[in-house]
């Protein structure tokens, strides 16, 4: 892995709440939609042993909150953002771009 690429990964680790957040403000998504989403759009792995304990620490904060989904041959958990998840994210992005703008 060269120097670039795992400063790319560090960041990301540092803002995968946000990134997981902003992808359920398009959509209600499962967490392995979620897994694969962000390996095609960042080309970055990050497995279920990550996923899924953050996807639980935000529904546990009131950030998401999930419904099971039985149309499906599996039944999945679905993930959606509520109003207290969009009002963090949207504080968040503003905070990063002001973070941005400074440095």
């Known amino acids: 892995m060269n120097n670039t690429k795992e400063v790319q990964v560090k960041l990301m680790k540092g803002l995968l709440d946000l990134i997981v957040l902003q992808f359920l403000s398009n959509q209600p998504m499962h967490g392995y939609q979620i897994i694969t989403r ?5 080309g970055v792995y ?3 042993s990550t996923i899924y304990p ?6 546990k904060s ?5 419904e099971w989904d ?27 771009n002001f ?4 440095i």
């Open 99 to 102: 973070i941005c703008r400074k």
């Open 62 to 66: 009131g950030y998401v909150k999930s």
């Open 70 to 96: 039985m149309n499906n041959e599996r039944p999945r958990k679905v993930y959606r953002l509520t109003t207290e998840g969009r009002n963090l994210l949207n504080f968040t992005e503003d905070s990063l």
């Open 46 to 48: 990050f497995g279920p």
């Open 38 to 42: 962000i390996r095609k759009t960042f």
């Open 54 to 59: 953050l996807l639980s620490a935000l529904e």
